[in-house]
């Protein structure tokens, strides 16, 4: 017996009852019972089998692998701390820094000192320790231009939009240099500070109304207003 | 500011109490989400003349280190009257009285938190009482749950909150100030739905054991009604985004 | 003891957009260097406070409640009332701030905004008395922060004076031993109207009614309370570095006429 209570892609709260039956339970979803209910505020989504809430508010959970955008907050004797928007702090290890081998005690800090904002990826990850860092790969290391966002963590997904088309429009439509952390933090890079301004606002406008439709149309016209120049138009998208 | 007088009569002959509610009526409220920048989930609630604050943080690393749990996060409530907040002011030092507040509704709100899912974190809960008149705990529980929901934090469910008394020999639904200071009797009840449980129960006074039954029956019907509320005004913030932003679009096509 | 605090490390980037952007004669928010931010005020929300009022200031919110009581006066002023300013900067407001007795920080918003009141003699302490030596009323004025993002003593001042000139008492009068109240509300006595203006030095930019990442990367700050006929009431220079004579003077300038304007606005909402 599969029964679905709730009206999926729509707002659902804490405790309200999603289903009853054997559903596979997606995020943010439990079971009592033979009753499915929603933990968070967030939308119903049915995949299939699958329910689901995605979260309209919250925080970064870490996840192996993820590309994050943290702040040095404190320079160890054998590494850093960093600050990524998380429940825990996480630690960024001296040996995974590219170049030779276990820096220095005194050089660590003119690596990253304290403030300073690292594009880093999450190595490890579990519920007895807090999340270890890398900056070994491409892209990643120390930011020191342009302008750094931060929204909700659970806005990230339709930032990027399906197959990347939201962040697409919005790189070729102010001229930014944009790469997403996927803990909310968002690096923007632009030719100049009013491409930088409207890319900020744009990022604040989808964090604001992720939920509703005709989104990406709506910012496509707010960036035209501002009469920044994007990209010259190509035939492909980017 | 002099202390209101004792009201001669609680409740008069046709069972109108002072405020000109019924016996069984609750006083009006008003509940809004997201309404603070900083923290991260908020609610405020209206309840009668109640007016609270309600702040959440987290969940978040745990500060002193010593406090944090290994396998769950630590749930930290602090209830909190403003100065201003009642007939003679109240001096800013914490009494005794809201460090047990504190506890009662800390362990009223901890059943509900998922908090195996954050280890060695912390979730702060600020209530800030700007105005008192009755009844406070409970109106603070239910803005509370609505300001955890607002952080996103994962939840079994919203516990709702509603206190019941006795005034005149009469049980008597979500009592005032001035009806708790002169009644025979006081008891806030806070409550879960779905597991249909009381997470808060405490008495002041003297009741009969059916007077409690009766009492007990008035406040969970007070709750369920409250918890419809407060679901409608979670969802409200989001449905209202979302008709601003789409009557945009509209207006916009047609132009 | 008051020592060097932790600060919260702010991103370094964060810090060099705000500095660049002001150097350009930019904000972060889009304000000119003399601006300040949207400002609304909202008297008489709490009922059981003689005075109260609701101040945001871009996205700082404060809440000021005026309550007057009866009170013995201090043994050198025995012919005066008492007025007591107190701040809390809770928790709940910013995670900057902690549990706990008043923080240096709170102290020293509450000793402004008190001095700027007194000093103003912006309320008549006389009126104040009921019996030379043995009763007064005392005026509670009690900030209380509800939401950080920069600026908060001009927050608390504009909150504080609207509180105060929206304030409503029973007359109190003293027969024998006891204090009796006469039906009828009367306004607090006000003869005076401080307002206080803060600026922030950021790099070798002043500008006004700094916002949280402003503040956090200013190097100094000054408030000057000014009272309605433009002489200064209070002043208090903050942070670590220092201001040139020149940039004083520009300030002390600044401040009669952005004070003059809120001013305006803390009157008309006080009177609604």
Known sequence: MMVIVAEPKQVVAPGELLAEGDHVLGDNSFKVGTRIFSACIGIFEVDGTRVTVVPLKGGYFPRVGDLVGGRIVDVGLSGWTVDIRAPYEAMLPASETPGPRGPRRRDLSESFDVGDMVLSQVLAFDRTRDPLLTVKGPGLGKISNGRAVEISAAKIPRLIGRKGSMISMLKRETGCQITVGQNGVVMVWGKSPENERVAVEAIYMVEREAHTRGLTDRIREMIAKSNVVGEVARTQTA | MPEPKQPEKLIDDKGIRIDGRRLDQLRPIKLEVGILDKADGSAYIEQGKN?????????????????????????????????????????????????ELSKVIRESLESVVLTDLYPRTTIDVFIEVLQSDGGSRCAGITAASLALADAGIPMRELVAACAVGKIQGHMALDLSDAEDKYGEADLPVAWVPNANLVTLLQMDGILTPNEFEKGLTMALDACKTIHGMQQEALKKKYLVIKEVAEEREETEVVA | MSFTPQLPPVAKLEQKTVADLVANGKRIDERTADSYRPLHIQVGLIEKANGSAQVHLGKSKVLVGVKVETG?????????????????????????????????????????????????????????????????????????????????????????????????????????????????????????????????????????????????????????????????????????????????????????????????????????
Do not use: W
Not at chain 2, 51 to 74: F, M, N, Q, S, T
Not at chain 3, 114 to 142: C, P, T, W, Y
Not at chain 3, 153 to 182: F, H, M, Q, T, W
């Open chain 2, 51 to 99: 007016k609270i604050l309600v702040g959440v943080y987290g969940p978040r690393e745990a500060h002193p280190k010593h406090i944090a749990l290994p396998d769950r996060a630590v749930l930290r409530c602090r209830y909190r009257m403003a100065p201003f907040s009642v007939d003679e002011r109240k001096n800013p030092a914490p009494s005794r009285r809201e460090m």
């Open chain 3, 72 to 272: 013995t006066p201090f043994p050198d002023t025995p012919d005066e009332g008492v007025l007591t300013v107190n701040a809390e900067l809770g928790p709940l407001a910013s995670p900057l701030f902690e549990t706990g007795p008043p923080s240096e920080q709170a102290i020293e918003l509450a000793r402004v905004i008190d001095r700027g009141i007194r000093e103003s003699k912006a309320v008549d302490m006389k009126s104040l008395v009921l019996l030379k030596g043995k009763k007064v009323q005392v005026v509670f004025v009690d900030i209380y922060i509800l939401d950080h993002d920069g600026n908060l003593i001009d927050a608390a001042s504009i909150g504080a004076l609207a509180a105060l000139a929206s304030a409503k008492l029973l007359k109190a009068e003293l027969k024998g031993d006891e204090v009796v109240y006469k039906p009828g509300l009367h306004p607090l006595p006000l003869n005076n109207h401080p307002v206080a203006v803060t600026f922030a030095k950021v790099g070798k930019t002043i500008v006004v009614d700094p916002v949280l990442e402003e503040e956090q990367v200013m190097n100094a700050r000054l408030t000057v309370t000014i009272e309605k006929n433009g002489n200064i009431c209070a002043m208090q220079k903050g942070g670590l570095s220092g201001f040139t004579q020149d940039e004083l003077k520009t300030m002390v300038h600044l401040a009669v006429q952005k004070s003059s304007e809120n001013r305006a606005k803390i009157l008309a909402a006080a009177k609604g």
